[in-house]
């Protein structure tokens, strides 16, 4: 997620390490390793509680060996990826028979375009790539190209077969995105992944979007860190993370958390501050400065969700998740205005409880 999200949570029982470490001492048994690897364009940190690290070692090489697979069938950026090859092939009367993984994140894809009136959208594709153009430019894009681009854009135009398991693109020139997604199905897959080597107290971070297993031996959950948004700077090293008026702590297990926003990622045009976050319904990047973490059953439900409920802002987010029937599924949404740089924070009615206090 340039990636369509932003890391700004932090897992308090974590420490950032390139290499394994089992510097703690053994408790029921288990010990603490950590990893870290760049998958999917950004690093994607596991820890995981072992025996001992031959087990450790071979349930993580399976775990980021999987998020690799996945990478290769949702990549936007690998011209060889399975989304790439589709958008390629699939036209109107041509239906393109796709892997499990590609047809369950375009059928949720769609489901949550529908109930966000189109703020979640997967085929905004050429917007994006428009966006970046202009954002590397800093310039805004071409009216004409724009206009053409949105004509694009129009999650409706996604045709899928269910029995065949195919997809059918119903207007040529479409583009895929799963930039606000792909990352938290993969952060599940990781976890299935390590509960099939018998890892089952695991925690991956895939850049911002967090999944959990069962937590620590003698913990009942782990704590993840919300930065406050209103503490942000250039300097990231100047949050302090000790400090409960700079952050919400929240406690999870067997759940995921997800943030979208763009506090460290966005660029002025003419005087005027826009996200990498693209609205596909205007074309341009978003012009509030937010932070929307989500909290959910899974790593997808989650990235997706917090892409959906930033796209909408706060009033239409939070009842999105209001009115949504996703079990333990709650928001926590900063903004901040763009006159006077004060924060509000809207939390959904649940949300309290997944606090630690």
């Not at 974590?14 to 053994?26: F, I």
């Not at 040529?172 to 990352?183: E, F, P, T, V, Y």
């Not at 993840?224 to 929240?250: G, W």
Request: net charge neutral.
């Amino acid at each position: 997620m340039s990636t369509r999200l932003v890391l700004i949570l932090y897992c308090v029982v974590t420490v950032s390490s390139a290499a394994p470490t089992s510097a703690e001492e053994q408790v029921d048994g288990l010990r603490r390793f950590i990893f870290e690897r760049v998958e999917m364009g950004v690093q994607v940190r596991m820890s995981v509680y072992a025996s001992e690290s031959g087990v450790a070692n071979k349930a993580i090489e399976a775990a980021y060996a999987r998020v690799h697979e996945l990478n290769g069938i949702f990549s936007d950026y690998d011209s060889s990826s399975e989304v790439r090859r589709l958008c390629e092939t699939s036209r109107p009367g041509r239906p393109v028979r796709v892997s499990r993984e590609l047809f369950q994140v375009l059928k949720s894809s769609l489901q949550l375009s529908r109930d966000s009136d189109g703020a979640f959208d997967v085929t905004v594709g050429p917007l994006t790539k428009l966006w970046r153009r202009a954002s590397r430019r800093e310039l805004l894009p071409d009216p004409v190209l724009l206009a053409e681009a949105k004509n694009l854009v129009n999650y409706r135009l996604i045709r899928l077969n269910a029995e065949s398991e195919t997809v059918e693109l119903l207007l040529s020139g479409m583009r895929i995105d799963l930039g606000g997604i792909a990352k938290g199905f993969a952060a599940d897959e990781a976890i299935s992944t390590l509960a099939k080597h018998g890892i089952t107290r695991a925690l991956v971070d895939a850049s911002g979007d967090i999944v959990a297993s069962d937590p620590p031996p003698g913990a009942d959950h782990w704590v993840i860190a919300i930065e406050s948004l209103s503490q942000r700077t250039a300097d990231k090293n100047k949050v302090d993370l000790d400090n409960p008026n700079d952050i919400v702590k929240l406690k999870i297990r067997n759940q995921a958390v997800a943030t979208s926003g763009d506090a460290y990622q966005s660029v002025v045009i003419a005087g005027r501050r826009y996200s990498h976050i693209v609205d596909p319904r205007t074309g341009l990047g978003l012009g509030q400065r937010s932070s929307v973490t989500v909290i959910a059953p899974s790593g997808m439900l989650a990235d997706s969700l917090a892409s959906a409920v930033c796209v909408s802002g706060p009033d239409a987010g939070t009842l999105l998740i209001e009115q949504s029937d996703r079990p333990d599924t709650e928001s926590y949404i900063m903004s901040a205005r763009e006159e006077s740089g004060q924060v509000s924070v809207m939390r959904s009615s649940g949300f309290e409880k997944f606090l630690l206090k």
